[in-house]
């Protein structure tokens, strides 16, 4: 009986087996993790500086043969870093003034005010106020002066240039020029025509 039982042999346990591999196993996890790391560092060490690359103004046929380097933006792409070449003043139309008109009430009445005093809802909050449009200086000044200020800013005023763009821009100067002189106009400049509308 006894030799029976000591024939016997007992499995065991399933955790116990496990551990059991797991204790084996150590010493290969952690030489192949070893090798890994020393691998990827010798991969790192490569000087990224120096890997083949074109330079953005390098000339064609230096490394590579290009027929346009750098390469030309396709037609129609608006750049998003830079102002575009400035356009011309558009012709003064009706169309351009209401165009104007439209512009100047959402971008430029709330500090300057809808009449171009200098008092919009924004200056009544506390904001400094611009000058009037309605002054010497401004009324002297050429319209290329309020593209160029809608375009770059002045004093408090930051740019304009990626809210407006280039034609609503003169539309707006045009606009204030039909401010400057409605509220500097007199009942003789009115076309006698329409003079009983104003009396």
């Given at each position: 009986?006894?030799?029976?039982?000591?024939?016997i042999?007992?499995?065991?346990?399933?955790?116990?087996?496990?551990?059991?591999?797991?204790?084996?196993?150590?010493?290969?996890?952690?030489?192949?993790?070893?090798?890994?790391?020393?691998c990827?560092?010798?991969?790192?060490?490569?000087?990224?500086?120096?890997?083949?690359?074109?330079?953005?103004?390098?000339?064609?046929?230096?490394?590579?043969?290009?027929?346009?380097?750098?390469?030309?933006?396709?037609?129609?792409?608006?750049?998003?870093?830079?102002?575009?070449?400035?356009?011309?003043?558009?012709?003064?139309?009706?169309?351009?003034?209401?165009?104007?008109?439209?512009r100047?009430?959402?971008?430029?009445?709330?500090?300057?005010?809808?009449?171009g005093?200098?008092?919009?809802?924004?200056?009544?909050?506390?904001?400094?106020?611009?000058?009037?449009?309605?002054?010497?200086?401004?009324?002297?000044?050429?319209?290329?002066?309020?593209?160029?200020?809608?375009?770059?800013?002045?004093?408090?005023?930051?740019?304009?240039a990626?809210?407006v763009?280039?034609?609503?821009?003169?539309?707006?100067?045009?606009?204030?020029?039909?401010?400057?002189?409605?509220?500097?106009?007199?009942?003789?400049?009115?076309?006698?025509?329409?003079r009983?509308?104003?009396?």
């Amino acid at each position: 009986m006894r030799n029976s039982f000591n024939a016997i042999k007992i499995a065991p346990h399933p955790e116990e087996a496990r551990s059991a591999v797991s204790k084996d196993a150590r010493p290969f996890c952690r030489k192949w993790i070893v090798v890994t790391a020393l691998c990827v560092a010798v991969v790192a060490c490569d000087n990224m500086a120096n890997q083949p690359k074109r330079l953005p103004f390098e000339l064609p046929g230096s490394k590579i043969a290009e027929p346009h380097w750098p390469a030309l933006p396709p037609a129609g792409t608006v750049a998003r870093d830079g102002e575009p070449e400035p356009m011309p003043a558009p012709p003064l139309t009706l169309a351009l003034l209401e165009r104007g008109h439209e512009r100047f009430e959402i971008a430029c009445a709330p500090c300057h005010g809808r009449a171009g005093d200098g008092h919009g809802m924004i200056v009544e909050r506390g904001f400094p106020a611009p000058p009037a449009f309605h002054i010497d200086r401004l009324r002297a000044a050429p319209v290329q002066h309020f593209y160029d200020v809608i375009t770059h800013g002045y004093g408090a005023m930051f740019a304009y240039a990626d809210r407006v763009v280039p034609r609503d821009r003169w539309a707006i100067a045009a606009y204030i020029r039909a401010l400057q002189a409605s509220g500097n106009a007199k009942l003789a400049d009115v076309p006698a025509a329409k003079r009983q509308q104003f009396q």
